[in-house]
């Protein structure tokens, strides 16, 4: 059964916190160990560099992130497990893309968008203090996916840009040069909590609010009894909605315990108790976890061993492949091999003489495909308002599981003969999709035998 691909990016410019943790960790973890997921797990210090120019915080905090993770149960063994700088494939096919990325969608991302509105509140010129790093960001993140053809992509709502972004950019990439990329999605989850910080507001370093994840037992019990609470006292009720101190216990209790507080916030309970119990609840889930923190905090070179062997593992089997065939697609070619007269390698003619699926994206922002014989256009698609649909119809396509009907019903009329040729041009693609598993199934399993 093939299994779905989920990537996941960790940005190492800061000390975890347990916002980090109820609301990335310890649900991506989990998630991690469900059955026919490839979850893929990195620490983007490349994205890092464009807010952070001090070496010494890069690195802790890149390392502190890694302990955070592996103390919290992350799985090298199961899941791929990388620093980003070490997949050399990732910057070279950001070049790529960012040769078939439009400038205006760079110009409509949001941080760029939201840098160039301060400086206009403040006077400044559209570009002061914006680093290019900044600007090229969505390209950068489209190749963390784009490398290794991941399916999904689990972000907050205000990343969903930078996903369809990464799709518009492979889209154009493969109209440009063939079928190489999966246009990956969003993957929101939305009962992914939100935990409140010491003031209420949502936990955020920029707010200087946080509860560091890992912090020691006597000062994670002084940062909780610093929450801020109303002034209601013993005896009184007090609200649950609203409350932060409610928020963060409900957060790592069980139902019944969060039935329970919920009881004794109605019978007025006395906020010291409160914060005590909530202390209590995370010391216990923290304690086991901070134990392993910090046991391998002290020993960070097994950690860069760790992070070393997983880039050379995901590298070996997918990046170094991916590029080769890409530099392939793009003309960057040995050039010993023999050419015809057309230019074309022996292999490029054969992969040419086949029809092939097109997408793409027009002017008027709708999304199209097209079917293709060499320089024939057999089908032609009405325009569609998002790229998901044209995804399905077009892996069914080649998996040999759509009715000829359904294409047609999606692209512009076509007379009984054209409709003989669709069905012809279908049939072979699905007839070399089938091949092309048969072969990469045998190449696994002589490589499993040996």
Not at 341 to 370: H, M
Request: proline fraction near 4%.
């Amino acid at each position: 059964m093939t299994q779905t691909r989920v990537l996941t990016g960790i940005t190492t410019s800061g000390t975890p916190h347990l916002g980090n943790y109820v609301g990335a960790i310890r649900p991506a973890i989990a998630a991690s160990r469900t059955p026919q997921v490839e979850s893929y797990y990195f620490l983007a210090d490349l994205h890092a560099l464009i807010k952070v120019q001090e070496p010494e915080r890069v690195q802790r905090s890149t390392l502190e992130i890694a302990a955070a993770w592996l103390a919290c149960g992350l799985d090298p063994a199961t899941v791929w497990f990388y620093r980003q700088s070490e997949i050399v494939e990732i910057p070279e096919l950001a070049w790529f893309l960012t040769c078939v990325a439009g400038k205006g969608i760079l110009n409509r991302a949001h941080a760029y968008k939201a840098a160039v509105d301060k400086n206009r509140e403040e006077g400044e010129d559209d570009d002061a203090g914006i680093n290019a790093g900044l600007f090229m960001y969505p390209v950068l993140m489209s190749a963390d996916i784009l490398v290794f053809n991941a399916h999904k992509v689990p972000v907050g709502r205000d990343q969903i840009q930078h996903i369809e972004m990464a799709r518009d950019f492979a889209q154009r990439f493969n109209h440009l040069y063939g079928e190489h990329f999966v246009l990956p999605e969003a993957l929101i989850e939305e009962n992914v909590a939100t935990l409140p910080g010491l003031d209420g507001r949502k936990m955020s370093k920029s707010y200087d609010n946080t509860i560091p994840l890992f912090a020691p037992r006597d000062q994670l019990k002084k940062l909780i009894y610093s929450i801020v609470t109303d002034s209601r006292l013993p005896g009184e009720p007090k609200d649950t909605e609203g409350s932060a101190l409610f928020q963060i216990y409900q957060a790592f209790a069980s139902e019944e315990e969060t039935q329970a507080m919920r009881r004794a916030f109605a019978d007025g309970i006395a906020w010291g108790e409160a914060k005590q119990a909530l202390f209590e609840r995370i010391d216990a889930e923290i304690t086991p976890l901070r134990e392993k923190y910090e046991a391998l905090m002290a020993r960070p070179q097994d950690i860069e061993a760790t992070l070393i062997d997983g880039a050379r593992r995901v590298r070996e089997r997918y990046g170094v492949g991916m590029m080769k065939r890409l530099r392939e697609a793009v003309g960057l070619r040995d050039l010993s091999q023999t050419a015809t007269a057309a230019g074309e390698t022996k292999a490029d003619a054969k992969a040419a003489s086949l029809p092939a699926f097109k997408q793409y994206r027009e002017a008027d922002g709708q999304f199209y495909f097209k079917l293709a014989d060499g320089e024939q256009v057999l089908l032609q698609s009405r325009g569609f308002a998002a790229p998901k649909e044209i995804g399905q119809l077009i892996g069914a396509a080649k998996a040999g599981r759509l009715e000829l009907a359904q294409l047609l019903a999606a692209a512009e009329p076509v007379d009984a003969a054209r409709q003989a040729q669709i069905a012809a041009a279908v049939a072979a693609i699905a007839q070399a999709e089938a091949d092309a598993r048969a072969a990469k199934d045998g190449a696994a399993r002589e490589s499993a035998d040996s």
